[in-house]
């Protein structure tokens, strides 16, 4: 069973969480987050450039003069990328960079991510975190308390804006909702901030999952 510690807004240590971990796999996934990853990534590239080829751009394809016998260099057409306004040597074109990732992988994936983060205590749960209108203070404060200094993911149980436009300024937080967890976000971050009812939906997704 692993030990989960509980803190209040103050950085208080309130209670322990145990939790099996048979739940999340036993065993940390190395190769399957390494995919995740690389899929999150590659996903994110736009894939939208676009440069003119020879073939692209304007003007004769006539070879501009003969090949022997005037001293000059050999010379092509006048669409050759060595000419002002030629085309592009290796025009980059337009592609996608997605990759597949099917559902059951993305979950395998996700809960590797949570038990790394479990089994190296760099997961903890916050009680009672609030915020009745969006100031900066509360975060940076809580972040203070808890000892954390590093890149960390605030993890909710449902959007809140209050407590988004708290974080915004917040150097190296980022909030998520259980709902849009995934892996690569998890790895690349030292710490995980979850709250109390976001550990429970947590849970209870597992639970259900396993019935």
Do not use: W
């Not at 609030?130 to 972040?143: I, N």
């Amino acid at each position: 069973m692993l030990e989960v510690p509980v803190y209040n807004t103050d950085g208080q240590k309130i209670d322990t969480l145990k939790v099996d971990e048979a739940m999340f796999g036993t065993e940390v996934n190395v190769s399957l987050l390494k995919q995740a990853v690389v899929t999150f990534h590659a996903n994110q590239r736009q894939g939208s450039v676009c440069t003119k080829s020879r073939a692209d751009v304007e003007g004769s394809t006539r070879k501009l003069f003969k090949q022997k016998g005037t001293g000059n260099a050999r010379r092509g057409s006048v669409r050759t990328n060595v000419m002002k306004g030629g085309g592009m040597a290796f025009a980059k074109k337009p592609r996608d960079f997605r990759k597949a990732f099917p559902k059951k992988m993305r979950q395998a994936a996700l809960d590797s991510a949570l038990l790394a983060k479990m089994q190296g205590n760099n997961l903890m749960v916050v009680n009672g975190l609030k915020a009745e209108a969006p100031k900066t203070k509360l975060m940076a404060g809580l972040l203070k308390k808890l000892g954390i200094n590093r890149r960390c993911l605030l993890t909710l149980a449902a959007p809140d804006k209050n407590i988004y436009l708290s974080s915004r300024n917040v150097a190296d937080i980022t909030v998520r909702p259980v709902a849009e967890l995934n892996a690569a976000e998890i790895v690349n971050r030292p710490k995980m901030l979850v709250t109390s009812e976001a550990m429970q939906a947590i849970m209870a997704r597992k639970q259900e999952a396993g019935k």
